[in-house]
């Protein structure tokens, strides 16, 4: 999402948090699993902090609008899955 350019400053700013922190729990509230990569004790806190909030319905409307059907890797058959957790 960052890479696409996109200014979510509104919405970090609407929640007192950071866009990565937006990001973030924008994917785990869609149950998937996200090992976010930091050095500094700062940045540890924040990726945990985003389990305290909550994103907005239209907030969350947003997110899911720049879905552009891209998959680093595809789920559905993989080890035996059948459904895909990005449906």
Do not use: H
Request: proline residues 3%; positive net charge.
């Amino acid at each position: 999402i960052l890479e696409l350019g996109i200014d979510f400053t509104n919405s970090a700013q609407k929640y007192g948090k950071t866009t990565a922190q937006i990001i973030l729990k924008f994917i785990l509230s869609r149950g998937i699993g996200v090992i976010p990569k930091t050095k500094t004790p700062e940045r540890l806190k924040e990726n945990f902090d985003s389990w305290s909030f909550e994103l907005a319905e239209e907030d969350v409307k947003k997110l899911k609008a720049l879905n552009r059907n891209l998959r680093i890797c595809d789920m559905k058959n993989f080890f035996g899955q059948e459904i895909d957790p990005f449906d």
